[in-house]
């Protein structure tokens, strides 16, 4: 009896650690934050745009996520031209994606043909509302391991998702915080360097100020030149590696 139960919990041990999401790509449990989709016809006309300008080369740097990364060319447009100017420097956000639609992105053209220096991933605040915080990270698990498969020589800058919501106590914020927890370790893998600069974006008592992201989820052009100046030493350090 005594080996019976000694196997057992040895295998429940196997099966969570097969099933976390350093080993997701291998063993996940199709759900929709993993199963790659497009989305409308505005989505794909800026979609193949961004192919259009991959396929003219010259690309060193490239951003991944949603809204709050295309937001770059919105209030982030001054702060971009700053930090990205010079730098061949790609923005491949589109607003209102979840992990699904860059992993749909990444397999039709996106990065086909590059291989950036550096690519900086942020990407997962849009799942909050309708997936866990395990399968949020299946699904930056499986972005990472595209990457990982498609550039390989590309050093990828992953983010933890920024926070968002008025303080601690909002549920989606929460459920970012859970998967940034499971995604950091995925830094485990030499080309992969996670970083969290949430806290550069709150008060001391966890508070979102609307000076910063004024509808609580969207950076103001304070919040980019936040964003820049936190990664700036991480993104001059991988691009020269």
């Known amino acids: 009896m005594q080996i019976c139960r000694r196997s057992f919990m040895a295998s429940l041990l196997l099966t969570a650690f097969l099933a976390s999401p350093l080993y997701a790509q291998e063993t ?13 016809s505005r989505w794909m006309k800026r979609h193949e745009s961004m192919n ?46 979840r992990t699904q ?16 220096k550096v690519a900086v991933i942020m990407i997962g605040t849009n799942n909050s509302g309708s997936n866990s915080p395990e399968q949020i990270a299946e699904g930056v698990t499986a972005i990472v391991r595209q990457l990982q498969q498609k550039t390989p020589d590309t050093e990828i800058l992953l983010l933890g998702t920024f ?22 370790k995925l830094a485990t893998d030499d080309n992969v360097h996670y970083l969290d600069i949430g806290d550069k974006f709150l008060s001391d008592d966890g508070k979102l100020s609307k000076e910063i992201m004024p509808d609580l989820l969207h950076l103001s052009e304070q919040g980019y030149t936040i964003w820049a100046e936190s990664i700036e030493p991480s993104v001059k350090k991988l691009m020269a590696k």
Do not use: C
């Open 52 to 97: 259009e300008r991959v396929k003219k080369g010259n690309v060193d740097l490239v951003f991944i996520g949603d809204s709050i990364t295309q937001g770059w060319e919105g209030n982030g447009k001054n702060v971009w031209a700053k930090y990205y100017g010079d730098r061949n420097a790609v923005n491949l956000g589109i607003g209102g994606d």
């Open 101 to 116: 639609h860059v992993i749909w992105r990444l397999d039709n053209g996106n990065v086909e043909g590059i291989s950036p």
């Open 163 to 184: 926070p968002r919501g008025a303080d601690p106590s909002d549920k989606k914020r929460q459920v970012n915080e859970k998967s940034n927890e499971m995604v950091a």
């Open 28 to 40: 996940l449990v199709e759900h929709d934050a993993i199963k790659p989709v497009p989305r409308d």
